[in-house]
């Protein structure tokens, strides 16, 4: 069985960075795509980046230039380093992983969350303006 680790949250100012990692159990890791996405409070859960196998990245446009979303597949790890953080960054932020999948994948496929098939727990991040 799957189960994904988040690490890294915290309580920052604006302008500093964070770097967010996700560790994943089990055989598979390579052949799946990897996403964050986040939850505000009162908010709809919405997609942060996404990397597939080929290591190809996604982004959304509110992180975008701001956030660098890189995998590990010997170490099975997703890391997201979020610099420049804002007030509107605050959110619970969660792992997932999709099932294994083609080696390029589009955005569509991984903003998706209806795609994963396994989520992680979610790390805190509070950014204070």
């Known amino acids: 069985q799957v189960q994904l680790v988040e690490s890294g949250g915290g309580l920052v100012q604006a302008g500093d960075s964070l770097r967010l990692s996700c560790a994943a159990s089990?055989?598979?890791?390579?052949?799946?795509?990897m996403g964050w996405f986040r939850q505000a409070p009162g908010k709809e859960r919405e997609f942060v980046a996404g990397?597939?196998?080929?290591?190809?990245?996604f982004y959304a446009d509110s992180v975008k230039g701001r956030f660098t979303l890189s995998r590990d597949n010997t170490k099975k790890t997703v890391s997201l380093q979020m610099n420049n953080l804002k007030s509107d960054d605050s959110a619970v932020y969660f792992c997932?992983?999709?099932?294994?999948?083609?080696?390029?994948?589009?955005?569509?496929?991984?903003?998706?969350?209806?795609?994963?098939?396994?989520w992680g727990q979610g790390t805190q991040v509070t950014v204070s303006s």
């Open positions: 997932a992983q999709t099932p294994r999948v083609a080696f390029f994948a589009t955005f569509a496929y991984l903003a998706d969350p209806k795609t994963y098939r396994t």
């Open positions: 990397i597939d196998r080929s290591g190809g990245t």
């Open positions: 089990g055989r598979t890791f390579s052949d799946t795509g």
